[in-house]
Nanobody, 125 residues
């Protein structure tokens, strides 16, 4: 079982920045595909960003392109989500999820079986 822990959430004013971190356990982190999701109150959980294991290809929700950047540091077994130019509509609980099966394809093909507990991001206007 892979343990996933998110950190870095908080309260920020609109236009500000936050960096979320996702630390995952396991010996084969470099072969994990990782995704960030978010869930706002009363809404469904939605994919925000993903990064492949094979060539670090990145994927983004349209509304965060150009503002959010996902990256990984395999030596630290950590994936980051740098969030800039934050907007009130970015307010949500952010979750990190892992597919440790060295998957191919895009996030829609990945099987996110391990999830973190979530970290709250609140953007004030």
């Amino acid at each position: 079982q892979v343990q996933v822990v998110e950190t870095g959430g908080g309260l920020v004013q609109a236009g500000g920045s936050l960096r979320l971190s996702c630390a995952a356990s396991g010996r084969s982190f470099s072969r994990y595909a990782v995704g960030w999701f978010r869930q706002a109150p009363g809404k469904e959980r939605k994919f925000v960003a993903g990064i492949s294991w094979s060539d670090n290809t990145t994927y983004y929700l349209d509304s965060v392109k150009g503002r959010f950047t996902i990256s990984r540091d395999n030596a630290k077994k950590t994936v980051y989500l740098q969030m800039n130019s934050l907007k009130p509509e970015d307010t949500a609980v952010y979750y990190c999820a892992v597919d440790r099966s060295a998957p191919l394809g895009a996030p829609g093909d990945w099987d996110f079986r391990s999830w973190g507990q979530g970290t709250q991001v609140t953007v004030s206007s």
